[in-house]
T-cell receptor, first 110, second 110 residues
Framework: DGGITQSPKYLFRKEGQNVTLSCEQN?????MYWYRQDPGQGLRLIYY???????QKGDIAEGYSVSREKKESFPLTVTSAQKNPTAFYLC?????????FGQGTRLTVV | EDQVTQSPEALRLQEGESSSLNCSYTVSGLRGLFWYRQDPGKGPEFLFTLYSAGEEKEKERLKATLTKKESFLHITAPKPEDSATYLCAVLGNSGYALNFGKGTSLLVTP
């Protein structure tokens, strides 16, 4: 089955806890992205990576961290510094003329 | 800075009632305009990429068109299963990631 796999689908975080969201792709795309989606706000860019071992901050990177050790993987860590982490997180890849999304992870602070 | 504005925010149609969704944009050098469909709780599903004014693409009941300032997503004879949020995004010369509008929520009633 090809595409982008995000896991878990649902994630609950306690106050002060770091959590990591997984994003794996088998599309052989170089570019990968993390977006956050909140009701009424559209998709906002957190981080992106154009190649392995390189990544750049997006518009709302504070409180988040990423790594890109393999072409296939781009995990996102939501740290305790992110004060309002409850949201729907989407991973995307881009290759050529198309950009595809995973099915998302819904993170809730409890 | 790239900007994308979608209108209307919400649209309700009767089954078979054709209409159009609008995506207005400002961008420094358009490298691509993207349309997506998003169902509740799911990741966006890629529909089209348009690159230059005058370009048109079709898929089933959907047709996307592009001018130098806006794109339209025309929905012909919609069915209830076309109900979803439709997202527009642009990729410009100044950025490496897609910049999204807030979307249009479409409801098609029988």
């Amino acid at each position: 089955d090809g595409g982008i796999t995000q896991s878990p689908k649902y994630l609950f975080r306690k106050e002060g806890q770091n959590v990591t969201l997984s994003c794996e792709q088998n599309l052989n795309h170089d570019a990968m992205y993390w977006y956050r989606q909140d009701p009424g706000q559209g998709l906002r860019l957190i981080y992106y990576s154009q190649i392995v071992n390189d990544f750049q901050k997006g518009d709302i990177a504070e409180g988040y961290s990423v790594s890109r050790e393999k072409k296939e993987s781009f995990p996102l860590t939501v740290t305790s510094a992110q004060k309002n982490p409850t949201a729907f997180y989407l991973c995307a890849t881009k290759g050529g003329t198309e950009a595809f999304f995973g099915q998302g992870t819904r993170l809730t602070v409890v | 800075e790239d900007q994308v504005t979608q209108s209307p925010e919400a649209l309700r149609l009767q089954e078979g009632e054709s209409s159009s969704l609008n995506c207005s944009y400002t961008v420094s050098g358009l490298r691509g305009l993207f349309w997506y469909r998003q169902d509740p709780g799911k990741g966006p599903e890629f529909l089209f990429t348009l690159y230059s004014a005058g370009e048109e693409k079709e898929k089933e009941r959907l047709k996307a068109t592009l001018t130098k300032k806006e794109s339209f997503l025309h929905i012909t004879a919609p069915k209830p299963e076309d109900s979803a949020t439709y997202l527009c995004a642009v990729l410009g010369n100044s950025g490496y990631a897609l910049n999204f509008g807030k979307g249009t929520s479409l409801l098609v009633t029988p």
